[in-house]
């Protein structure tokens, strides 16, 4: 099983994207989604979790005011809208299902938690 992310692409300093990360039902329904983002020479990091009890939602400090993370059951899939975007927000970006919690911890993501990782998509900001 693998969580897909899509939705990147290249934007101007203050645009938009909204990525998203299609999963399933049974997914959405047992497990917190998170989203993360690796640079080129850097750690990956945890930006933004949905909870799959209440969808209550958690956001990095770095990214907090500017995107929004949000679940259609419908369509089955986890948006990430991502608003005033900074050249310090490109990265690749991942979603994966947290095996361990169906609920968003206040602390942050821990990467061991979670699984399902699929390929990530590019998001390039530059002008």
């Known amino acids: 099983v693998q969580l897909q992310a899509s939705g990147g692409g290249l934007v101007q300093p203050g645009g938009s994207l909204r990525l998203s990360c299609a999963a399933s039902?049974?997914?959405?329904?047992?497990?917190?989604i998170g989203w993360f983002r690796q640079a080129p020479g850097k750690e990956r990091e945890g930006v933004s979790c949905i909870s799959a009890s209440d969808g209550s939602a958690y956001y990095a400090d770095s990214v907090q005011g500017r995107f929004t993370i949000s679940r259609d059951y419908t369509k089955t899939t986890v948006y990430l809208q991502m608003n005033s975007l900074k050249p310090e927000d490109a990265a690749v970006y991942y979603c994966?299902?947290?095996?361990?919690?169906?609920?968003?911890?206040?602390?942050?993501?821990?990467?061991?938690?979670?699984?399902?990782w699929g390929r990530g998509t590019q998001v390039t900001v530059s002008s």
């Open positions: 039902r049974f997914i959405l329904d047992d497990y917190a």
């Open positions: 994966a299902a947290n095996l361990m919690r169906r609920q968003c911890q206040p602390g942050g993501l821990v990467q061991h938690e979670f699984d399902y």
